[in-house]
């Protein structure tokens, strides 16, 4: 079966970015309500509702090719000024911001997919995109 | 939309989820404040200004909005302060996140850029070298304008309640995070910002500006002449009335039953009548006021006239009230039983006069006669002592310096109000007149002006805003969205047992902390005095004048004494402390006016004796000066609280809290409680709580140069 890689879109300039690996990783997803609880003097609470969490993809993952820590580092800056779209491998895809990007450099004896630029080291990272707006998917037409 | 009953069960409810959630958006606009004369219908003016367009010309204030309101993104917070500390007028602190999504169509569909700074006021000027900070939007100025009018709107599922509207005061501008926070005023910032001068007051009336009784602003003359009657008894004649002695009697001759009709009348020269004085012999007669009136040398020229310029005609004056009974002459006024002593009693039926030329005729009927002994039978007669008809003659300095006439003591609020262009209020007629002109130059105010009525009559004062807000339809030519708020001038809630305003009553289980009660006996006086003006009287055995000494210390004051309830039921309880207040004041000018006085501090130290504070969600509809109802079992609290601060918050995003902290005096509190009943009983006694006072036309318009 082929592979579907994870895409970064600009929606301004229609560039798109394909990831050479996906991550390997995705920590809990999903919309939160948040309801305060304010206490009564007497019995029971004041319960308040305020506005849900927001939507945060947190994936982490491996990147062996230097030029794919130089491509997310930039659409990670691009999102100092606007949003980008995501489409993941599932084909979901959200308006984000990435909001963090992590990679750190580990030591390997060898690496053989970037000798040429990251001969002896690849890297672990971590990546969080808030979600602007969801275009399909699960949470499509919710937030 | 929700209506109130649906906002109420939400609130009460305590679950403010789902369809309930708590909401809140803000609107702003920029506008300006027009002033000009504006013609009004009778019942919208209360003051007259002699010298200068009249009666229904009226100095007006107009709040012009010069742009469609637009709502507000990002409100990250909202907080509300009020209370009568400070004017009434309320204050708002508003927090706005700075960065803004702003939605592009791109090649590849719709993104949205990050706008930092998007609402900064001074995004898009080329300041230094032609450097600019982001692209010119709508928001270019909005909160750094004096002019940006704020409207804040909240309520539960739907922002259903207008809960403030004012204008921009403070605009601070922080960045990571990228905030502005924004400090406003309401709309009664135009009675606390602006000075009595130029056009903020009335534009043609020279400072300092002064508000007089409408009937102290005459001279009168008595002018009554000529005195005829039906019948007088042989030794009692009509001209008895007019020779000012007291001690001489006009007597009609006595009839056997007591409906015979009597009548006397006076001729008067060319004059402007309106009232007159009179001191019966009898009491409880019923007297019948007819006018006859003539176009002869008419003052101002032209033929009679009301004062209110109509023209009526020679002869008898008709006001359509019908007839003296027995008679074909029509009368103006009728006063069923008169009383015996000297009464002033205006001539005309709803106010106002007549402008009658040389030899009109005014003339009283009398009927229910009194029964008199003579000669071993008894008769029944009509009898006058003195009778003074008054031609009315504006003041010379009322002319030339243009005071403000008015009627009642609150007509001076309402006319302040509408030079601030505030059409909306609940004024509360006083039921007082002033005693004398007072002035007010240009270093005050146009609060202090509300303030100084405020504090003669002990009535409170507050802006509050509008009932209602149109959120559908935003444009600057909406009709709905024009008031500029609600100005509230009345005796407060503190004193009425069943105050118009709905009552909420709230239970432990709804507060969300305790309410903390504070007693505090240092308020409170064990005697309290009031002392006025000196008293002279004229005593005709002695001399002109002198000093009278009254009450047991001597005073040459009006004064009175006053033992406060709770010093007076358990003495004990004070532990014996003899604290006294003392309160002198010139305005004072009877021993009844010193008691009100005395029970007015005694009221306010009550008031002041027995505070609570309690915090629970927000609801707009509870507002200053309103009374709430608390029961809570822990601390045996079960009692009205008289609101005189109110806190509101608002903070949105995921930790969101909608709360409000009410502050006041518990007035269901024994000693508060008897006190109030007290006062109400003394002001009751005279008609003081509260009595709407009768006014009339405006007239003159024949003095406008």
Redesign the interface.
């Given at each position: 079966m082929p592979r579907t890689p994870n895409k970064f879109?600009?929606?301004?300039?229609?560039d798109e970015y394909e990831w050479p690996v996906n991550h390997s990783e995705e920590s809990e997803t999903g919309l939160q309500r948040?309801?305060?609880h304010?206490?009564?003097?007497?019995?029971?609470?004041?319960?308040?509702?305020?506005?849900d969490?927001p939507l945060v993809f947190k994936y982490t993952g491996t990147i062996f090719h230097q030029v794919q820590v130089e491509e997310m580092a930039a659409w990670y800056a691009l999102?100092?000024?606007?949003?980008?779209?995501f489409v993941d491998f599932a084909g979901d895809e959200s308006?984000v911001?990435i909001t963090a990007f992590r990679p750190v450099r580990h030591r390997t004896m060898r690496n053989p997919r970037d000798f040429a630029n990251a001969p002896l080291w690849y890297w672990k990272y971590e990546i969080e995109m808030e979600v602007?707006?969801v275009i399909s998917g699960i949470w499509a037409g919710i937030l | 939309m929700s209506t109130l009953a649906e906002q109420e069960q939400r609130w009460y409810s305590?679950?403010?989820?789902?369809a309930?959630?708590?909401t809140l958006r803000a609107y702003v606009r920029r506008g300006h404040m027009e002033r000009r004369y504006k013609t009004l219908p009778r019942s919208e003016v209360f003051a007259f200004i002699p010298g200068l367009l009249g009666p229904n010309a009226v100095w007006y204030g107009e709040w012009v909005p010069d742009e469609d309101y637009a709502e507000v993104p990002n409100l990250l917070s909202a907080k509300g302060d009020q209370d009568f500390e400070k004017k009434g007028v309320e204050s708002l602190t508003m927090e706005i996140d700075n960065v803004v999504?702003e939605e592009?169509t791109?090649?590849?569909?719709?993104?949205?850029?990050?706008e930092r700074g998007y609402m900064a006021p001074l995004r898009g000027d080329a300041g230094f070298n032609n450097l600019r900070t982001g692209v010119a939007n709508m928001w270019q100025n909005v909160w750094k304008d004096q002019a940006t009018q704020i409207m804040v709107t909240a309520g539960y599922g739907d922002a259903h309640f207008p809960v403030f509207l004012g204008l921009l005061d403070d605009a601070d501008l922080t960045s990571q995070p990228d905030r502005i926070t924004v400090t406003a005023r309401n709309m009664g910032k135009f009675l606390t910002d602006q000075h009595t001068f130029m056009d903020a007051k009335h534009l043609f009336v020279k400072d300092p500006i002064t508000f007089c009784d409408r009937e102290h602003a005459d001279e009168l003359t008595d002018v009554g002449q000529g005195a005829e009657a039906k019948s007088h008894d042989g030794s009692h004649p009509a001209r008895f009335v007019l020779d000012g002695d007291d001690g001489t009697t006009w007597l009609s001759q006595g009839h056997d039953g007591p409906d015979e009709l009597e009548w006397i009348e006076v001729q008067v020269p060319p004059s402007r009548i309106e009232d007159f004085q009179l001191l019966p012999a009898f009491g409880e007669m019923e007297m019948y006021i007819s006018v006859f009136a003539t176009n002869t040398d008419v003052q101002g020229g032209g033929p009679a006239r009301r004062t209110s310029g109509q023209s009526l005609g020679e002869g008898w004056v008709s006001e359509g009230l019908g007839n003296v009974p027995g008679t074909s002459i029509p009368f103006t006024r009728k006063i069923g039983t008169i009383k015996e002593k000297s009464v002033r009693y205006g001539i005309r039926d709803g106010g106002g006069g007549y402008v009658i030329g040389d030899s009109s005729r005014i003339r009283l009927w009398f009927r229910n006669l009194k029964r008199i002994p003579a000669q071993r039978r008894f008769v029944y007669q009509a009898g006058i002592k003195t009778w003074e008809v008054y031609d009315r003659d504006r003041k010379e300095a009322a002319i030339k310096n243009h005071w403000i006439l008015v009627d009642d003591v609150s007509d001076i609020v309402k006319v302040v109000l509408q030079w601030v262009g505030m059409k909306d209020w609940e004024v509360e007629s006083v039921g007082a007149r002033l005693k004398r002109p007072i002035s007010f130059d240009r270093q005050t105010f146009l609060i202090d002006i509300i303030e100084h009525i405020a504090k003669l009559t002990s009535y409170i004062f507050y802006v509050k805003p509008p009932e209602s807000f149109d959120a559908g339809n935003l444009s600057k030519s909406n009709p709905a969205n024009k008031a500029l708020g609600v100005a509230i001038f009345r005796q407060n809630n503190a004193m009425k047992q069943t105050p118009l305003d709905r009552r909420y009553l709230v239970?432990?289980?709804?507060?969300?902390?305790?309410?903390q009660p504070q007693f505090s006996g240092e308020p409170l006086a064990q005697s309290v005095r009031a002392r006025g003006r000196r008293i002279k009287e004229r005593n005709p055995s002695v001399g002109p004048a002198f000093t009278v000494r009254s009450g047991g210390a001597s005073m040459e004051r009006y004064f009175y004494n006053y033992r406060p309830v709770w010093a007076r039921n358990n003495a004990s309880r004070a532990a014996g402390l003899r604290k006294h207040a003392v309160h002198y004041d010139d305005q004072i000018t009877s021993n009844y006016e010193a008691k009100v006085a005395c029970l007015f501090i005694a009221f306010r130290e009550a008031l002041e004796s027995a505070k609570a504070q309690i915090q629970l969600?927000f609801f707009p509809p509870i507002a200053l000066d309103h009374q709430i109802g608390v029961f809570?079992?822990?601390t045996a609290t079960s009692t009205r609280i008289w609101i005189a601060s109110r806190q509101w918050e608002f903070r949105?995003?995921?930790?969101?809290?909608?709360?409000m902290t009410l502050s006041g005096s518990m007035i269901d509190i024994d000693h508060v409680r008897e006190t109030r009943e007290e006062l109400q009983r003394v002001l009751n006694d005279r008609g003081f709580s509260p009595a709407p006072i009768a006014r009339g036309p405006w007239t003159e318009p024949h003095f406008f140069p």
């Open positions: 879109i600009n929606p301004k300039t229609a948040s309801v305060s304010g206490a009564k003097s007497g019995n029971g609470l004041v319960l308040q509702q305020a506005d969490q999102c100092r000024t606007q949003t980008v779209n308006e911001i602007v707006r | 305590g679950n403010h989820v789902g309930a959630t708590p999504l592009h791109g090649l590849a569909g719709i993104f949205h850029s990050i239970r432990d289980t709804d507060l969300l902390n305790g309410i969600p809570d079992v822990p949105s995003g995921e930790d969101r809290e909608f709360s």
